[in-house]
């Protein structure tokens, strides 16, 4: 009688150490870009669409906007929930960002970067030179490395990794790479030091040379 409960207490013991299973982690649903395509094209009450900024197929036409199209989803993805965290701040995208849910801005991510970018077309004749330059090899002499060693020599990027840049609007592209270098802008630790390192004539040809890039 003893020796049987001596072994049941053993038992009991030895399974109250056992650790707990783990939870299942839930899996997020899988993207749905019809239902992005209806959240980025709708009007929230007292707002406005993604489409209003961005256009419908997210090629926005406006230079200080970003073309959303054919960017990497993961990337758009991050951004927002970086928007919606503040992490990475703007007075127009936060608001705008926090009302939407997680399984929103999966939509919303799959919806825009499956459709093609309108490339743009470089415009600084005199500067050209200098942005491919940069661009393509860095400035060894001061430690700034090409940006197609990340983004690739077409500006294609890498999906989930690197963001797409090529074709992108020259007047956004500059206004990040300031951002990042001032301190402003402070969701990627390498984009900082690379843009820190940068003048303002530099961020520029490189911009408008990235515009061109298709």
């Not at 709708?42 to 970003?66: E, K, R, W």
């Not at 077309?121 to 940069?134: P, R, T």
Request: proline share 7%; with cysteine.
């Amino acid at each position: 009688m003893l020796a049987a409960l001596v072994g049941a207490a053993s038992s009991a013991s030895f399974a109250a150490d056992e650790p707990a299973p783990a939870a299942a982690v839930a899996k997020p649903a899988k993207p749905d870009p019809a239902k992005g395509d209806t959240v980025f094209n709708a009007t929230p009450a007292n707002s406005q669409s993604c489409a209003s900024c961005h256009n419908a197929d997210g090629n926005s036409a406006i230079a200080s906007n970003p073309k959303l199209a054919q960017q990497h989803p993961e990337y758009i993805l991050k951004q927002l929930q970086d928007f919606k965290s503040g992490a990475r701040k703007s007075a127009i995208m936060k608001p705008l960002a926090s009302a939407l849910s997680e399984e929103d801005m999966r939509n919303i991510a799959w919806f825009v970067g499956s459709k093609k970018i309108k490339t743009g077309f470089s415009k600084e004749k005199d500067l050209v030179a200098m942005g491919e330059k940069i661009y393509r090899g860095g400035i060894a002499d001061r430690q700034i490395p090409a940006c197609a060693s990340c983004h690739s020599p077409n500006g294609a990027g890498l999906p989930a990794q690197y963001p797409r840049l090529g074709g992108q609007h020259a007047d956004y592209t500059s206004a990040q790479l300031v951002a990042f270098r001032d301190g402003v802008r402070l969701n990627s630790g390498p984009m900082t030091g690379v843009a820190a390192k940068l003048n303002d004539r530099e961020i520029k040809a490189v911009s408008d040379y990235i515009a061109g890039l298709r």
